[in-house]
């Protein structure tokens, strides 16, 4: 459609039912007919006497006669105890833009129209875009403006937020939801953002992401802090992870928060503590000069690459070296760090790529950000962490990220398989 009211759809496209297309169960030459139709005529989309508008007459015109068992005019209806009672109008927004429709009474009232039911005024479709247009980070003003721009629809603020509003009970059930027994891995981050709350400050969003024992990513769920990020509100979000079933994890990649390894302990006493390497990087550029940052990345890389512990304490001790009298704080943060660094160089090249070279968690933190960052802040926490959950639920819409990770983490996953032997299994029950 060129100027989003008149029909100007590829016939041919339509009868060979391609992807896009009329869906199964529907009949492609039937359609085909009814757009030929509607083009040959100048027939628009939209609009008094529009094909949507025709259509859907007929569609309820059809639900109203099978609820009373007789056409419209036909003699079989009279005295049958029920019959029609005029139409009553309204406007339903679509996809499309708005539509005007009669929706047919009954004398009794009993008549309950299922393709456009009663006090419905928007179609699915647009639930849809409002919600998607929300996981990206737009205000209700915002998308208010969209609908009104693309669909010429005028819709309140409010309803916005109601619809929006819907897919909190969908988020109390996920964050409640039975997970699995034991993990490969999990990553712990948190987010931080801006709630006004009396005034603006920065509040963490907890963010725990596992690994399954089939490879695919779980984000298990979201929760909001009140204050800086703690060990402490760690160790309470653990607690229900494992309450919500998870009793095993063979390793935790975290930052390098003061407790947390202990926390993590607490939970989970078998689990390998891993220092995120990309964390302990973003640290260290927070002591160096911006001009510095590139010659430290590249000196601190054959730190992490090196293939076992003893040349990872040579290579530390030549960054030291040549470093370390410029920015001591870096060669101390390292130092403090080494305990929880260290432990992915006793694993297979597999489990080191996948765990540390690459961080799983960072492509859904980013997602997160782009829609905090275009939000700015949030009136309370109930609406950032819908803000964060809608950006979480839009990660993967057509379903290829969820193939890339199951693809990338085969082979690590063969390597936990021998490394924590036997431990897995429980999640493949």
């Known amino acids: 459609m060129s100027d989003g009211s ?7 496209a339509v009868a060979r039912n391609v992807p896009g297309q009329p869906a199964e169960g529907v009949d492609a030459e039937l359609v085909a007919q009814l757009v030929e139709q509607a083009r040959a005529a100048g027939l628009q989309l939209t609009g008094d006497d529009g094909l949507l508008q025709q259509l859907t007459k007929r569609v309820l015109e059809s639900e109203i006669t099978d609820h009373l068992g007789y056409d419209k005019g036909d003699p079989a209806g009279k005295n049958s105890g029920n019959s029609r009672n005029g139409v009553r109008a309204k406007t ?14 009954d004398r009794d009232g009993s008549f309950a129209p299922q ?17 998607s247009l929300s996981a990206k980070g737009l205000t209700t003003g ?33 964050q409640n939801r039975p ?68 009793q095993d994890a063979c390793m935790v990649v975290c930052d390098g928060l003061k407790g947390l390894p202990d926390a993590i302990g607490e939970v989970w006493p078998e689990a390998v503590v891993q ?10 550029f927070r002591y ?42 870096i060669v101390r943060l390292w130092q403090q760090a080494w305990a929880e660094f260290v432990p992915f160089l006793a694993f297979d090249a597999e489990i080191r790529t996948v765990v540390c070279s690459t961080n799983a968690i960072e ?60 431990r897995l299994s429980a999640g493949r029950k």
């Open 363 to 422: 492509s859904v933190n980013a997602r997160i950000r782009r829609a905090v960052r275009a939000r700015g802040h949030f009136p309370n926490e109930a609406a950032a962490l819908k803000c964060v959950y809608l950006a979480v639920m839009s990660l993967d819409p057509t379903g290829q990220g969820r193939r890339r990770w199951t693809m990338r983490w085969k082979p690590a996953l063969n390597a936990f398989d021998i490394a924590f032997e036997g």
């Open 92 to 105: 339903v927004l679509t996809d499309v833009g708005p539509v005007e429709i009669e929706v047919p009474r």
């Open 115 to 131: 393709i456009v039911k009663k006090r419905q005024r928007r179609l699915s479709g647009v639930d849809d875009t409002v919600i």
């Open 275 to 284: 220092t995120c390497v990309i964390h302990l990087l973003r640290a260290s």
């Open 6 to 12: 008149t029909i100007a759809v590829d016939t041919a």
């Open 288 to 329: 160096a000069g911006r001009q510095h940052w590139d010659a430290i990345a590249k000196a601190l890389k054959p730190v992490y690459t090196a293939p076992t512990e003893a040349a990872t304490r040579a290579r530390f001790a030549e960054f030291t070296e040549a470093w370390g009298g410029k920015y001591p704080a």
């Open 179 to 246: 997970l699995d027994p034991v993990y490969p891995v999990i990553f712990l981050d948190a987010v931080h953002v801006k709630i006004r709350d009396g005034k603006v400050a920065n509040r963490p969003i907890y963010l725990a992401l596992a690994v399954t024992v089939e490879g695919t990513r779980d984000i298990l769920g979201l929760w909001a802090g009140d204050g800086g990020e703690g060990a402490k509100f760690w160790l309470q979000v653990l607690t229900e992870l494992k309450n919500r079933g998870v």
């Open 142 to 174: 915002e998308i208010q403006t969209h609908l009104a721009e693309v669909y010429g629809a005028e819709v309140s603020r409010q309803t916005i937020s109601t619809i929006t509003d819907k897919v909190v009970e969908g988020m109390t059930e996920w």
